[in-house]
């Protein structure tokens, strides 16, 4: 094979490398979340693949780092003060017709273990306060 034709085909096939790895880095700019953890497949936050019907309700989801922007989206609840965000803590919120869907997901089962011992002593709720259901799920719980 001629010097010049080995030339000319790993420029193409570096050109096209190139330019596919600008494709995809572009597909992800445009979501508009920052999440720790997301799917390879379309980028989405895993977090809000847990919501139910999240197809369908993820364009009115919250995704938080911070107690202020859970407030932003459930209000001024003292019950969002217990939340430390402090060790990459990620939230999702999503109104429902049924109420309003608050998950939480710590970045390890240390820190989840620590929030929930710190959380047990709980504020007893107000006249006119709606109820508060909170499901816990163990490392083991989600592995199944």
Known sequence: ?????????????????TISLTAVGQ????????????????????????LPDW???????????SVGELKAALGDRPLLDLIDFSAGTEAVTVPYDAGKLL???YSSPQASVEADAANQ???PMTEGQSSV???RKTAQEEAK
Do not use: W
């Not at 034709?5 to 096209?16: M, T």
């Not at 197809?55 to 780092?65: D, K, L, S």
């Open 121 to 123: 002593t709980t504020q």
């Open 103 to 105: 998950i939480i997901e």
């Open 27 to 50: 597909s992800n700019s445009s979501i508009p979340y920052k999440a720790q953890e997301v799917s390879e497949k379309d980028g989405i936050p895993v977090l809000i693949k847990h």
């Open 133 to 135: 259901n909170i499901p």
């Open 1 to 17: 094979m001629p010097k010049t034709f080995l030339i000319d085909l790993l420029a193409a096939i570096l050109l096209a490398c």
């Open 55 to 65: 197809e369908v309700v993820r364009g009115r989801a919250t995704f938080a780092h």
